[in-house]
């Protein structure tokens, strides 16, 4: 038929034949699915269905050839012939798997019994004898139990015809299950199988592993539905007990239908072991593989399927991942099979340059994520960012110290009906906030909110936001930054307010409005506590000044001496260092002040020295704290504010004080000399001060001096003048 092609036509063929498996490896090996395990376990079930059907045909076949001897025997031809019995007997010795062996007549009664040939009970109505007389050949019948052994059997029929060929009766032979049941446990099936073989009504003659009684019911509704076709086949469908199972069945030829094979595994028994069925499977199938290419051409296999087969197993490798995998090329690398392995080889070697390449970008790629992570996290600014979904896409280690961390899937504006916050002026924050505004397209430069923590002082935030755009200018969401300023703020009021002291303290304000002023400004700083202080004059601490206590606390603490012991302000004093009383109410030191103390709930008092540039304890200062503890380093910046500015304005007083003592006795100095003193400012020619000898001297008032400086030159005579 192919003589008409030419050779390379012939080896076109040759090679679409040898790659037909090949190709279909390749199809099943990339498919790996559930479909295919099954379908491949259907197979192996029918193989299995139909081999055990060609045992159990094996016994039928024997039972067949028994009953022919019988039949051809010629005690049994004559049905006058006593030696029937002995023959039966004798047949019934060298297979003890039959249980009852015998002749019955046209009529059903038993004519010759290899056991009791008198009591054996009629056969007429049995189906193996309707078959045997109505085929007028070898019947089988359906499972029986032997009234001479009573075991459960299988009935089978054959005509007896004498010498002149006419029917005068039924050899029938009873088959003990017990011989179904070992042929069956002989056969090798799949684990979880279950394999059983019933006559015709459906009633099990044996099992296999041993689950069914013999003579009980098949129930599968599935198995007796393909019992009474009587034709091998494979199906998948749930059984009685809503468990889903593979079957595969098979007739057992000879019997007419008078028996059928069934094996069936459930289908989770299956998929739990697919590598295993998929191992098998391949092996069968590179078998097929094998024997169809060394049909088509014993060279085949050589020159096509195990080049094919290396190239396969190298291209599943670089499917796992593996993509050092290569194919050996052998001596074979000029042919077609060769270039392909070939071409396989720098297909392979090309795609494990572009996995390194990108695995080094992910590498890459993961330690500048990590990096930003950690750069994101270290910053001292909080940032946030959500796209226009309102889903948020950064949340950093500064916003989570302030603010409740979203959920995976928390919305911003959900997330933001759970924050405080408002504005710098305390109202409530309009809907549009500093990042809603941003995803709207707006920038929001250096705006002041207020935080108010649960359980927590407020915070004031500076926030500035920003519309997140990709690089050709689309809106991808918004993002906000903000810095907690709430030391900053509060040091630029408290600077605020330590000008407005300086400025009073420098104007010459009263030293009392200076130090109710400078105990105000450290209360509003400190607003848990409670400030006083004492000047110091001729050793006692007194004029106590204390804006927030109670009168008759500022009254019981005037007039104390300075002294060791004396509380902790004449202990201030006394030692001219700071004094820390964390309690008192167990401190040795405030023995005498404790019920003063106590009845006004003051519980912890530091008090510092204010000391002048000479060394001099000016007053003391006291913080009352209506809790124990000791002073933390923002209240000792402010213990050290108002030593400061303490000092400055009593300082200035002093020195103000003995300027007006030198003052007056320069004065009283001047008006006791005769001589004439003066002061002038050169710049302004205006006359300071002159002393009270000038009219006694000049003859002309002070007064007219300061008002027309340089008049003194008119009480000088014309030849005293300056040419």
């Known amino acids: 038929m192919l003589n008409w092609l030419g050779l390379r036509s012939r080896l076109v063929l040759l090679v679409l034949a040898a790659l037909l498996p090949v190709l ?28 055990a059907a060609a045992h159990q045909q094996r016994l039928v076949e024997r039972a067949a050839q028994l009953l022919g001897d019988v039949a ?17 007997k004798n047949l019934q010795m060298q297979d003890l798997a039959y249980s009852s062996l015998g002749v019955a007549d046209l009529n059903g009664a038993v004519s010759c019994h290899a056991a009791n040939p008198e009591g054996a009970l009629p056969v007429g109505d049995q189906t193996f004898f309707a ?13 029986v139990v032997s009234p001479s052994s009573s075991r459960p059997g299988m009935a089978f029929g054959m005509p007896v015809y ?18 179904f049941a070992e042929t069956l446990a002989a056969e090798k099936i799949l684990e979880g199988a279950q394999l059983r073989v019933m006559d015709r009504k459906g009633v099990v003659l044996a099992s296999h592993p041993l689950a069914a009684i013999a003579g009980s019911q098949e129930r599968d509704p599935v198995v007796l539905g393909a019992a009474r076709l009587w034709q091998p086949g494979i199906a998948q469908a749930t059984d009685g007990s809503g468990v889903e199972q593979v079957y595969a069945y098979a007739p057992v030829g000879g019997t007419s239908g008078g028996l059928f094979v069934a094996i069936s595994v459930p289908r989770d028994v299956l998929i739990a072991t697919p590598r295993t069925l998929l191992l098998t499977d391949l092996i069968a199938l590179l078998g097929m593989a094998a024997l169809g290419m060394a049909c088509a051409w014993a060279m085949g296999r050589r020159l096509v399927v195990n080049p094919a087969n290396a190239i396969l197993k190298e291209a599943n490798e670089i499917a796992r991942g593996n993509f050092l995998a290569r194919v050996d090329l052998g001596r074979s690398s000029q042919n077609e099979i060769g270039q392909l392995a070939l071409a396989f080889n720098r297909m392979a070697a090309s795609l494990q340059a572009q996995r390194q390449e990108l695995d080094a970008a992910l590498r890459q790629a993961d330690a500048e994520r990590a990096m930003l992570d950690l750069i994101l996290n270290s910053m001292s600014e909080g940032v946030i960012a959500i796209d226009t979904q309102d ?23 959900e997330w933001r009906q759970l924050t405080r916050l408002t504005a710098s002026d305390g109202t409530r924050l309009p809907s549009n906030s500093p990042l809603l505004q941003a995803l709207a397209g707006a920038s929001i430069d250096n705006c002041d909110l207020i935080f108010s923590p ?18 050709s200018g689309l809106q991808l969401g918004a993002l906000a930054v903000f810095v907690d300023v709430t030391d900053v703020r509060a040091a630029e009021s408290f600077a605020a307010a330590q000008e407005k002291v300086l400025v009073l303290i420098a104007g010459g304000a009263p030293v009392r409005a200076s130090m109710q002023a ?3 400004l450290i209360e509003s700083s400190a607003p848990d506590s409670l400030c006083s202080l ?27 001496k300075i002294a060791e012991g004396v509380g902790a302000c004449g202990t201030a004093a006394f030692r001219r260092e700071s004094v820390i009383v964390e309690d008192v109410r167990r401190d040795p030191l405030m023995q005498d002040f404790r019920e003063l103390l106590l009845a006004h709930g003051l519980l912890a008092c530091w008090s510092t020295p204010v000391v002048a540039t000479d060394g001099e304890v000016l007053a003391t200062f006291a913080m009352y704290r209506r809790m124990p503890g000791r002073p933390q380093p923002a209240d000792q910046l402010l213990i050290g504010a108002v030593t400061r500015l303490a000092a400055l304005a009593l300082e200035r007083a002093r020195a103000e004080e003995a300027l007006v003592g030198s003052g007056a006795r320069f004065r009283e100095l001047a008006a006791n000399i005769e001589d004439v003193f003066y002061n002038i400012d050169v710049r302004q020619g205006r006359v300071r001060y002159v002393s009270p000898g000038y009219e006694k001297i000049w003859g002309r008032s002070c007064e007219s001096l300061y008002a027309e400086p340089g008049s003194q030159i008119y009480a000088v005579l014309a030849e005293d003048l300056p040419v």
């Open 518 to 520: 400078i105990l105000r």
């Open 534 to 560: 004492l000047i110091s004059h001729g050793g006692e601490l007194g004029q106590a000044i204390a804006p927030s206590l109670p009168p008759e606390f500022v009254q019981a603490t005037n007039g104390l």
């Open 131 to 143: 078959l045997a007389l109505a085929q007028r050949a070898f019947s089988v019948g359906d499972h």
């Open 162 to 179: 004498n010498a002149e060929g006419t029917l005068n009766g039924v050899a029938f032979a009873t088959l003990d299950v017990l011989k």
């Open 391 to 413: 889903h948020f896409l950064l949340f950093n280690q500064t916003v989570r110290k302030l603010f409740p961390a979203p959920g995976e899937n928390t919305l911003f504006s």
């Open 24 to 51: 279909g490896l390749l199809a099943w090996s990339a498919a790996k699915n559930q479909q295919t395990v099954l379908t491949l376990a259907q197979a192996g079930l029918q193989s299995e269905a139909l081999l």
């Open 72 to 88: 051809s025997g010629p005690s049994i031809k004559d049905t006058r012939n006593r030696l029937c019995v002995q023959y039966l």
């Open 454 to 471: 649960p359980h927590a002082p407020d915070r004031t935030l500076q926030i500035n936001a920003r519309p997140l755009l990709s690089t």
